[in-house]
């Protein structure tokens, strides 16, 4: 006898859709271009929950400090560029 525990509740297309808050068809074009893990049983396309967590984590954007971003300081002048080119 298996033991159907230690396999994980796979999601349907319709599922993760649903878990995201988007549209099947939005789903359906991160498949076409293989952006988002899936499995394919059969004819079927399944997805792990632990794999797609993984992949929101991976997509996640850094946190934002104090209103904006650690971003690089771009020159203000065409002057101030080459003086610290010097």
Known sequence: MT??????QLLTIEQLAGRLGVSIR???RLIAERRVPYLK???FI???PAE???WLDD???????????????FPRS???AIASQL
């Open 3 to 8: 033991n159907n525990d230690a396999l994980p």
């Open 26 to 28: 939005h789903i359906r």
């Open 41 to 43: 049983v059969g004819w």
């Open 46 to 48: 399944r997805f792990d």
């Open 52 to 54: 797609i967590a993984a």
């Open 59 to 73: 997509a996640r954007h850094p946190h934002v400090r104090h209103g904006r971003l650690d971003a690089p300081k």
């Open 78 to 80: 065409r002057g101030e």
